[in-house]
């Protein structure tokens, strides 16, 4: 990263970006020259992420991204302080553990609005801006996205869809000059997963199925967002790109002597 100055002059949208993978994204964004305006739910975590960024590149907006109009408002309150955009990244999300039958109709609702009705709200209005500048879209999905976690049904049915929008709003954009990718992150030591980080038991079983041998920390999945937003990775399109410590190179066994 040092030295590295990939996003001058540029504009990026990043959601959740008021704690963990969110708030790291947007700090590499910032030091690396963007504009960025820091979305999420809670407008007091998002100004203390803001702190440390420079104040005429750094707009804070607080938004519910399950909500339509309002994610509509954040798109025009970018492009209406910084005059264009050039990167969103769709990262806000929410999750719920547990059996079928103990899951409540309102517990799906609030993962579907939020993981994936908020990645199509956001898509759909900040494309007519990315194709005037030939922008990218990075949408954070998950390891869950790809495959199958005991009693994570809900969540897995959501970073399904995401993984699979990303597909095919990629070959629908390609041609137009507008890159779509995702990151698939396994295990990441956030808000979201502060109970596992604290089960040490649990902890075991996650560092003895990821070669890496550790969680990641959000910086590590900021990095790779930076990354497939940037110029780097101009013909990189409609890929949902594993960063899991090697997590998903098994093919389900255990390991042997």
Known sequence: MAGMQ???GTVAIVTGAGSGIGAATARRFAAEGASVILAGRTESKLRAVADGLDPDRTLVHAVDVSDQPAVERMVAAAVDRFGRLDVLVN???????????ETSTEDWRKVMATDVDGVFYGCRAAVPHLLKTKGCIVNTSSVSGLGGDWNMSVYNAAKGAVTNFTRSLAMELGPKGVRVNAVNPSLTFTAMTEDIKEDEALLAKFRERIPLGRAAEPEDIAGVIAF????????????NLPVDGG???????????
């Open 228 to 239: 497939l937003a940037s110029e780097d990775a101009r013909f990189v399109n409609g890929v």
């Open 247 to 257: 997590l998903s190179a098994s093919n389900g066994q255990p390991p042997q002597a």
């Open 91 to 101: 990262n806000a999300g929410v999750a719920t553990t547990g059996p079928l039958t």
């Open 6 to 8: 990939r996003f001058i």
